[in-house]
């Protein structure tokens, strides 16, 4: 076997395997899409925090492994979290911004990691949310350490502020 014909071997297997990395990630998309609605746009009231960070992923509440990859939820970005009196956003420039209104917010925590990133000692903050019909953890990397409790605490407190008012 000459040397060319291995090479386009090589090259053939690595398009295919290529192909097939594309397919299942559409493929989990549609499975994980389903009943899902994140809102891109909307106005969450006046701005009482905001932290930067990483946005790591989003997975089906309670399954830290089980990604979501649809509606762009499954884009590791650059964010700037924004809790506001009437809900949070996570701006997430070119990646697209979430806006999470009040009623869906469910709380957030600390957590050692989720899908895309483990840290240990609780370096992960997870916000669960109501997406539709699905229950969704969004995992966050916060670039000062000092934001993590205080973004908890907001999202928390506006959390039990709408349970309170229902």
């Known amino acids: 076997m000459s040397r060319w014909v291995g090479v386009a071997i090589?090259?053939?297997?690595?398009?295919?395997?290529?192909?097939?990395?594309?397919?299942?990630?559409?493929?989990?998309?549609?499975?994980?899409?389903?009943?899902?609605?994140?809102?891109?746009?909307?106005?969450?009231g006046d701005i009482s925090l905001s932290a930067v960070g990483v946005y790591v992923s989003s997975t089906i509440a309670g399954q830290w492994l089980e990604r979501i990859t649809?509606?762009?939820?499954g884009a590791r970005s650059p964010v700037t979290v924004q809790v506001g009196?009437?809900?949070?956003?996570?701006?997430?420039?070119?990646a697209g911004d979430v806006?999470?209104?009040e009623d869906d917010l469910r709380g957030a925590r600390r957590e050692d990691g989720i899908a895309g990133k483990v840290t240990g000692r609780g370096g992960i903050v997870v916000i669960r949310w109501r997406g539709g019909?699905?229950?969704?953890?969004?995992?966050?990397?916060?670039?000062?350490?000092?934001q993590v409790d205080p973004?908890?605490?907001?999202?928390?407190?506006?959390?039990h502020h709408t349970k309170d008012a229902a």
């Open 133 to 146: 019909e699905v229950d969704v953890d969004t995992g966050l990397r916060l670039r000062h350490p000092d």
């Open 85 to 94: 009196t009437r809900g949070l956003a996570l701006r997430r420039g070119r």
């Open 10 to 44: 090589v090259v053939v297997l690595a398009l295919l395997a290529l192909a097939a990395m594309w397919w299942g990630w559409r493929r989990r998309a549609a499975r994980t899409g389903t009943g899902l609605q994140a809102e891109h746009a909307g106005e969450i």
């Open 151 to 159: 973004l908890i605490s907001a999202v928390n407190t506006l959390t």
């Open 99 to 101: 806006v999470i209104g």
């Open 70 to 73: 649809a509606d762009g939820l």
